[in-house]
């Protein structure tokens, strides 16, 4: 917890998970990428928002229907605003950045459902999200409905066959949807998603010293996970950081001795111990 930023986002993930405030998380998570955001700069982006779209273009303000709610919070943000999904460039880091998302109008399902269910709950609608296979998107009970809704295509109302269609393009093949896909998503659960796209993210681009901040993160979040200690030692390595990946990687050993790659993991210790033995 030498990091500040991390100590803050501890902070933050403690509490009970239904008393979490999310898209203030998703600012201090964000923070590992920007240690001097204003927060409170971005949390009164997203309270304009909620004043903003609780009046209709004609200068009506709409009253306590939920469902006329949301159909105006849908026409304001993704209309009106231009909130959309950046189909040109889907993988920037940026789009899984609260912040870069409210300044730039872009992101992918999961940060733009974000903005959706906290810009929702400041108008009163308990939106919530919902982990479909491959593709995210946002639910509101109202009565004993549920609507489903895609914000990454621009607020699109979804229907079950619809989802169907969508869960099929997102993953190349189909998979019969059953209730439990529409679970609601846990904030921590929620935050979890958005740090795991970020670290597939700069995984990709071999950026690990971001990688490693993500990882810290996640380990705050889910520190049963033995995998992500795994993950933090191939980062550290690739770092230049032996001794702490040697540490990673018999955290690891001890606690998944059955598992799959553990021959491979117990090879890449081995070497960094060779390493460590050749500069002393």
Known sequence: MADEALRQFA????????????GRAALVMARSEDPDLDIARYLSRLDELAARSA????GVRRGADPVAVLHRLREFLFAEVGFAGNRRDYFDPRNSLLNEVLDRRLG???TLSLVLIEVGRRVGLDLHGIGLPGHFITGLGVGGDRILLDPFNRGRILTADSCQSVVTKAV??????????FARVGKRQFLARMLNNLRAVFWKREEWDKVVPVLDRLLVLAPEVASLARDRGTALARLGRPYQATLEWERYLLRCPEADD????RAHLRQAREQLARLN
């Open 11 to 22: 902070v933050e993930v403690e509490r009970p998970d239904r008393d979490i405030d999310l």
């Open 55 to 58: 009046v209709d273009p004609d």
């Open 108 to 110: 992918i399902p999961i």
């Open 172 to 181: 190349g093949r189909p998979i019969p949807l059953r209730e439990s896909h």
């Open 262 to 265: 553990y021959e491979q993991v």
